[in-house]
DNA sequence: ATGCACCCCGTACCATACTACGGTGTCAAG
DNA sequence: CTTGACACCGTAGTATGGTACGGGGTGCAT
């Protein structure tokens, strides 16, 4: 029932060091440790890694991972902040996502503007890089 | 005429250290030195460090910025060298936004099956994030 | 000539999320 | 009982893009 260390890694796709590491980081609980000192994990153990893998493929960070777990363990915090912090996350997606359609925006400018064969000494897309201001 | 890196920076709107850090990391041109030591910049300094804001903001890395930059002065190189980094940029970028898409979607359906007021043990996002595969 | 702003250098530090290393101890199979 | 796989720990290194610090030297104005 009880697994090592290695044994959860492997279930869950990580490095050992991963698990040692969001333990210290205070994301996964500090499992038993019988007298030889070597963790032992419960099966769910599998599920609090799996957790903070699910919502880093959210875009959460380790910190606010952290956050998300420590609202599950308060029994005086209800679902919606939660769900404040995940619609945050939404709001901060789409502002990347607005940021990284104007630099597109902007490079696919200058490359219509570039049509190649010249050297690179009058190269529009980096004289419009390079102009003064 | 000549700048001290402190004007070039204040020109540019960035440290003293930001200026040195890309001298570093091969950027910048190092700049003439009199006895005294303290760099002598031209006034054309300003554009390098302009060209380098500009490449940061399309979404260029300081590495990618430093090849661009050996592109231009390479006489053998052409237009279409740098035309080429330009689309493996917007590649770049749309595979960003494709994934941040994604995330934002898998949000989107966790916060709408949240319906708040419940404690968070009952949540249905906290139980996506960590229900068994 | 004295003060103060500015410059020099090397090094260390910030956040992020791991990954690797070295030296040692333990468990389980043969 | 030995051997090999696995576990322990603390520290350091990776990449990114800077920022900060400490101890010193310089240049210009008053």
């Not at 606010?64 to 005086?76: P, Q, T, Y």
């Not at 996502?97 to 219509?112: D, F, N, S, Y």
Request: proline share 5%.
């Amino acid at each position: 029932m009880a697994l090592t260390i290695g044994r959860v890694a492997v279930q869950c796709g990580v490095g050992v060091e991963t698990i040692r590491f969001y333990e210290r980081e205070g994301l996964i609980a500090q499992p038993a440790r019988p007298e030889s000192g070597f963790r032992k994990y419960p099966p769910d153990a599998v599920r609090w890694v799996r957790f903070i893998q699910r919502s880093k493929a959210l875009g959460f960070s380790l910190r606010e991972i952290r956050e998300l777990l420590s609202l599950r363990v308060d029994s005086a915090a209800t679902c919606d902040a939660v769900k404040g912090r995940a619609e945050a996350k939404i709001a901060d997606i789409e502002k990347k996502i607005g940021h990284l359609r104007e630099m597109k925006q902007a490079l696919v400018k200058l490359t219509v503007a570039c049509r190649g064969k010249r050297p690179t000494s009058e190269c529009p897309i980096l004289e419009a890089l390079g102009d003064g201001d």
